[in-house]
């Protein structure tokens, strides 16, 4: 998978970092065609698998948790409000 993403215009963020990157990924899918083997960055490689780790550690009850303690206080707020409207329209 590290490959893969060493191999893509996804890894970076700004259109000019893509631009960069896209002649170089042009001369290695020459050196492919040719059946030259391609030599990986050791110390990119080793970033990306260090984030796929890291991305693979968060569980799903975290980011649930999570999600949780953003939206829930808005959703709170949102009950209290609808069943203060109903109570008035009952009055």
Same mark, same amino acid.
């Given at each position: 998978m590290a490959k893969s993403v060493y191999l893509s215009l996804g890894r970076f963020d700004t259109r000019a970092e893509q631009s960069t990157y896209e002649y170089k990924l042009r001369e290695? !899918?020459? /050196? =492919?065609?040719?059946?030259? /083997? =391609? !030599?990986?960055d050791q110390v990119d490689m080793d970033r990306l698998r260090r984030q796929k780790i890291e991305v693979d550690s968060v569980s799903d009850a975290g980011v649930l948790r999570y999600l949780l303690r953003v939206f829930f206080p808005g959703l709170l707020f949102l009950l209290i409000l609808a069943g203060v409207l109903i109570v008035l329209k009952l009055l």
């Amino acid at each position: 998978m590290a490959k893969s993403v060493y191999l893509s215009l996804g890894r970076f963020d700004t259109r000019a970092e893509q631009s960069t990157y896209e002649y170089k990924l042009r001369e290695l !899918a020459t /050196e =492919i065609r040719s059946g030259h /083997e =391609i !030599a990986f960055d050791q110390v990119d490689m080793d970033r990306l698998r260090r984030q796929k780790i890291e991305v693979d550690s968060v569980s799903d009850a975290g980011v649930l948790r999570y999600l949780l303690r953003v939206f829930f206080p808005g959703l709170l707020f949102l009950l209290i409000l609808a069943g203060v409207l109903i109570v008035l329209k009952l009055l």
